[in-house]
T-cell receptor, first 111, second 114 residues
Framework: DVKVTQSSRYLVKRTGEKVFLECVQDMDHENMFWYRQDPGLGLRLIYF???????EKGDIPEGYSVSREKKERFSLILESASTNQTSMYLCASTKGGRGAFFGQGTRLTVV | AQSVTQLDSQVPVFEEAPVELRCNYSSSVSVYLFWYVQYPNQGLQLLLK??????LVKGINGFEAEFNKSQTSFHLRKPSVHISDTAEYFCAVSEPGSARQLTFGSGTQLTVLP
């Protein structure tokens, strides 16, 4: 089975801190994604990557950046965390358009 | 651009009753369609998918969905629900061959009552 692992289940950070969310997949998938999930808004795409060192903005990239130095790892970076970035963050990976595999999610609280 | 509409944000139903969760999509091209389930404080798990072929798709946990191209719908059904089916359900669409994948609906919270 494909496994997508997010480094933390729960995080609490202070406003202004730099935050790193890490995601690792073990099935050699080319495509990796970061979503945020908020009540009533469903999942919104922040960034995605279709190859090492390649990235594209999703629907809500403001306040975020990403890094993909290795195929299996995709990092989401909050340069200066703000309270409106309190959310559930979900990482996913896929090969082709046939459905994505998700990590367990990271619930981030910015205080 | 593609979009997904889940018509019901909350669906309460009694245990052992049938349920249908509705999903409509819009796209100018052919699509792949998916249903995902999310249990509390978990990631999303794929329930079923339509890629091509038979329009009736069977998934895990006794769920099935039917692709209706003329009505641009992909409704999820289960003939008899259990308490353990209580979760949030997301419909999603993607375009074949597109790296930018999975536009999600806003979700339907299914609550199964004893």
């Amino acid at each position: 089975d494909v496994k997508v692992t997010q480094s933390s289940r729960y995080l609490v950070k202070r406003t202004g801190e730099k935050v790193f969310l890490e995601c690792v997949q073990d099935m050699d998938h080319e495509n990796m994604f970061w979503y945020r999930q908020d009540p009533g808004l469903g999942l919104r795409l922040i960034y995605f990557s279709y190859d090492v060192k390649m990235k594209e903005k999703g629907d809500i990239p403001e306040g975020y950046s990403v890094s993909r130095e290795k195929k299996e790892r995709f990092s989401l970076i909050l340069e200066s965390a703000s309270t409106n970035q309190t959310s559930m963050y979900l990482c996913a990976s896929t090969k082709g358009g046939r459905g994505a595999f998700f990590g367990q999610g990271t619930r981030l609280t910015v205080v | 651009a593609q979009s997904v509409t889940q018509l019901d944000s909350q669906v309460p139903v009694f245990e052992e009753a049938p349920v249908e969760l509705r999903c409509n999509y819009s796209s100018s091209v052919s699509v792949y369609l998916f249903w995902y389930v999310q249990y509390p404080n978990q990631g999303l798990q794929l329930l079923l998918k339509y890629l091509s072929g038979s329009t009736l798709v069977k998934g895990i946990n006794g769920f099935e969905a039917e692709f209706n191209k003329s009505q641009t719908s992909f409704h999820l059904r289960k003939p008899s629900v259990h308490i353990s089916d209580t979760a949030e359900y997301f419909c999603a669409v993607s375009e074949p061959g597109s790296a930018r994948q999975l536009t999600f609906g806003s979700g339907t919270q299914l609550t199964v009552l004893p």
